[in-house]
């Protein structure tokens, strides 16, 4: 009994085997080392890990320490363990050394090995089964005889007693080997139908391993974009500030030479000047009148010399710094870092030139004079008869787009039923419901109604989660990766939804205006 427990305190709840080179968790629980890594390799991805034993979860996954000492317990108790292919049972016969059981005996509740099997009884009431050290299991419970048959009616095994004299007296019985084929029968069907779904199970599940390595790798090399952006415009940034500090010093050291020169000629008169009133005063307080006079003699008429040499030296205006050239030159260099941004930035090329083709415009649809915005009219325009023109109230676009990535801005009417996105110049031109943009397979849109946003290709119009919070609208096209994506220019930039197509024609821009005369769409880029 005590090796039992033993054993049990030994066994891995993973493997149900005694412990190999056994790790403990924060928890405090054990398992082979080999069989826990595997079942956390398996919670990757989900919101946490936990432990199989107490399901006590964990944010992160930590190091698996290994427990030596409950690692040398079970490598004493392993070599108890059987090889493989044996059973683990022996020869009840056997007592001299142990010989593993052949076969066991369920009338005998004895297993037997090869020797004494041979010479055991061979009539029918002694049952030989597999190995087995649960005899009492395969025996009836009240009347001790081996189970032979199942009854029908209470879905449990029965010996020959219960059947003829006890409770199941009367019922409807099967042999066990019957039923048992039975069971395994409805078991085929059973997995004839699991088998087909867990292989769909398993495709989809590395549909989604590889879908998850490409959004990774699109990380990565967005983040190397974004990377070698900011510091291309740090590089910019800082020739830019050198640029500026260079011409502020110019300017000054510009300014400050004839100032410096000026400065000097006014510091020399000055110190003529000090001389001058220094002698001036010695004769005003000379008490002598002869030195007075004759001192006045030798500098002349010294009450006028102030008078005359006031004006030697003229003082220029002063000059100041080109604070606007200055500015410019910064505004200019900022503006060609944000150029640049521009031209790089994931939505792809500013579609600048982008404008309404009047030949497509539908009877009821106004466009303005610089074919830039699309109204609903509630007059008929009488645009002239083509073969390009809508039926509907709506409208194309010029220029199509063949490939590349490009991008668009618009602003929507604050009315609630517009439609904006992009068609295939083969998409319909009359018949009713297949010519609207997005109830087809050869256009996308996004589609605002009341306060909701929807989605639309093919005829299918899923809603989105998102509320309508603002009037300008980003449509976003990367032609080769086959990617249409909508944004909320909202702050900050919200995406509504990304469409992903095997593009096969030039895309349009495309516009439909509700039927009423304040549904406006305009181009803004």
């Not at 260079?246 to 100032?259: E, F, H, V």
């Not at 990535?405 to 009315?415: A, F, I, K, Q, T």
Request: glycine letters at 6%; a neutral charge.
């Amino acid at each position: 009994m005590a090796a039992a427990d033993l054993r049990d305190e030994l066994t891995c709840s993973i493997c149900l085997s005694i412990y190999t080179d056994p790790v403990s968790l924060p928890c405090g629980h054990n398992f082979c080392q080999g069989c826990i890594r595997r079942l956390l390799c398996t919670q990757e991805g989900s919101r946490g890990y936990s432990c199989p034993e107490c399901r006590q979860k964990f944010q992160k996954r930590h190091v698996l320490h290994r427990n030596r000492t409950l690692g040398n317990i079970a490598e004493r108790f392993r070599p108890t363990e059987t090889e493989p292919g044996e059973t683990g049972i022996f020869c009840t016969y056997c007592v001299l050394s142990p010989v593993p059981a052949a076969k066991s005996c369920l009338l005998c509740e004895a297993s037997l090995c090869e020797t004494h099997l041979r010479v055991h009884s061979k009539s029918p009431e002694h049952v030989l089964t597999q190995p087995t050290d649960s005899f009492m299991g395969r025996k009836c419970s009240v009347h001790n005889e081996l189970l032979k048959y199942f009854c029908c009616e209470d879905s449990v095994c029965v010996c020959v007693s219960c059947y003829m004299v006890g409770e199941h007296r009367g019922h409807r019985v099967e042999l066990l080997n019957e039923t048992s084929e039975k069971k395994k029968e409805k078991l085929r069907k059973v997995l004839e139908k699991l088998s087909p779904v867990r292989e769909e199970t398993e495709r989809e599940a590395q549909r989604l391993q590889e879908r998850r390595r490409e959004v990774a790798e699109k990380a990565a090399g967005e983040t190397e974009r974004v990377t070698a952006l900011f510091r291309d415009i740090r590089e910019q940034l800082e020739a830019l500030e050198k640029r500026l500090l260079s011409d502020i010093s110019r300017q000054k050291k510009k300014l400050s030479l004839p100032l410096t020169n000026l400065i000097q000629q006014l510091e020399i008169k000055k110190d003529n000047l000090s001389k001058r009133i220094r002698n001036i005063e010695e004769l005003c307080n000379m008490a002598d009148p002869l030195t007075v006079l004759q001192e006045r003699e030798s500098h002349g008429a010294a009450d006028n010399e102030g008078g005359r040499e006031r004006h030697d030296i003229k003082v220029p205006a002063v000059g100041d710094l080109d604070v606007d050239l200055i500015s410019e030159t910064l505004l200019t260099g900022l503006a060609a870092i944000v150029t640049g941004v521009k031209e790089w930035r994931i939505y792809g090329q500013e579609a600048t030139d982008l404008l309404l083709d009047i030949n497509t415009a539908g009877d009821y649809v106004s466009v303005s004079g610089d074919r830039k915005s699309a109204s609903f009219s509630l007059t008929d325009q009488y645009h002239p008869q083509s073969p390009e023109r809508f039926e509907v109230s709506q409208v194309l676009s010029t220029r199509s787009f063949p490939s590349g990535r490009h991008s668009w801005d618009l602003e929507v009417s604050d009315s609630v039923d517009w439609m904006v996105g992009v068609a295939y110049p083969s998409i319909e031109r009359k018949g009713g419901d297949q010519a609207y943009i997005g109830h087809n397979t050869k256009s996308w849109c996004l589609r605002r109604w009341c306060d909701n946003y929807s989605v639309r290709h093919d005829r299918k119009e899923p809603y989105l989660a998102h509320i309508p919070s603002c009037r300008r609208i980003r449509i976003s096209l990367d032609y080769e990766a086959g990617r249409l994506s909508f944004y909320e220019l909202s702050e900050p930039i919200r995406h509504l939804h990304t469409f992903t197509a095997t593009f096969t024609e030039p895309l349009h821009a495309a516009f439909w205006v509700g039927k009423d005369d304040d549904k406006w769409v305009r181009i803004i880029s």
